[in-house]
């Protein structure tokens, strides 16, 4: 996984995440809305860590997100062909983290 951030300026961060064929995103939360948006890929898993339960996630690239917060520890699974997105977060102040480890 590879994760950069882009732009930084008060609350907003700006984010593009790359995870290859297999690769998955460290567990964490998610405390902020955010707008997403695939540039390459084709399917996720999401694996929540208090059950186990996983949900199968179908995405194209250009499909566009508007992601609500949520404190349920997860992560991604990459299911598929490598993906890419890129990330805007709308953080309650500056020096928030933008997804903290759960």
């Given at each position: 996984m590879t994760e950069e951030v882009l732009f930084q300026k008060g609350t907003t961060l700006v984010r593009r995440q790359r995870l290859e064929p297999g690769e998955t995103t460290g567990w964490h939360v998610d405390p902020y809305f955010r707008v997403s948006v695939v540039l390459h890929g084709d399917s996720l898993e999401l694996e929540y860590r208090d059950n186990g339960e996983r949900k199968q996630l179908r995405v194209?690239?250009?499909?566009?997100?508007?992601?609500?917060?949520?404190?349920?520890?997860?992560?991604a699974l990459n299911t598929g062909?490598?993906?890419?997105?890129?990330?805007?977060?709308?953080?309650?102040?500056?020096?928030?983290?933008?997804?903290?480890a759960a």
């Open positions: 194209t690239p250009g499909q566009v997100d508007l992601d609500e917060p949520t404190l349920r520890p997860h992560r062909s490598a993906y890419e997105e890129v990330t805007i977060f709308f953080r309650d102040h500056e020096d928030a983290p933008h997804q903290p």
